[in-house]
């Protein structure tokens, strides 16, 4: 198959650069997992921000409930259903803080996904093939753009390496925004499929 061998091509291609000058394609890596880093960095702590406000805020009016249930100033029973709206949302978002926290700790690990991502490179420098084990190993997702109507306009494929480019968050989003996936065979849930603009490659 034609995307095959181009994904491979692809794959060589990053290989032979990391091949010919290990300590250039390093920072060049490294450049682009970084602003990827600071981005979600950026994101990530903004809402933290938020919903520590909002949790604090909940922690207010939790209290103010309570006393306004001891001193029966409403009715006891709108004041528990009250309280256990607050809590649930206070539930929820310590829950979702947690998962910011988690992924605050991750972003420190870009040099480290750097050079996992250089030592698979090395690992299928000489790949002739793309396998099931390849894909699961060395990439995150794939897309394939959908045919364009001018058939003088090349397809465009992009692709998301593990260690390298951002996860998949939005299985769902995504499919409705790209026509045609294919490499059915090799793909189990996200671990092989669908895009990414630094590694877009046009398909004649």
């Known amino acids: 198959m034609q995307i095959q061998k181009l994904i491979v091509s692809d794959i060589k291609a990053k290989a032979q650069f990391v091949i010919e000058d290990e300590e250039k ?60 709206t607050y809590i649930e949302e206070q539930n929820q978002i310590t829950e979702r803080i947690n998962v910011i926290q988690e992924s605050l700790e991750q972003s420190k690990e870009a040099i480290s996904d750097v050079d996992t991502f250089i030592e698979l490179l090395k690992k ?10 390849m894909c699961f190993e060395l990439i995150e997702y794939i897309v394939v753009g959908a045919r364009p109507e001018n058939k003088n306009e090349p397809r465009i494929i992009e692709i998301y390496y593990k260690f390298l480019d951002e996860k998949l968050k939005d ?12 490499l059915k065979f090799w793909c189990i849930h996200k671990d092989v499929l669908l895009c990414k603009h630094k590694n877009r490659i046009l398909l004649p």
């Not at 420098?125 to 084990?133: C, G, K, Q, S, Y």
């Not at 299985?171 to 294919?182: M, P, T």
């Open 25 to 84: 394609a390093r920072q060049e890596f490294l450049a682009h997992k970084q602003a990827i880093v600071d981005k979600q960095l950026l994101s990530d702590t903004q809402e933290l921000r938020k919903l520590e406000k909002r949790l604090a805020e909940l922690k207010n009016l939790i209290h103010k409930v309570y006393e306004d249930k001891l001193l029966g100033v409403v009715p006891e029973e709108i004041c528990m259903e009250t309280m256990n």
């Open 124 to 133: 299928y420098a000489d790949i002739e093939v793309l396998t099931r084990e």
């Open 171 to 182: 299985d769902c989003n995504l499919l409705l925004n790209w026509a045609y996936i294919f």
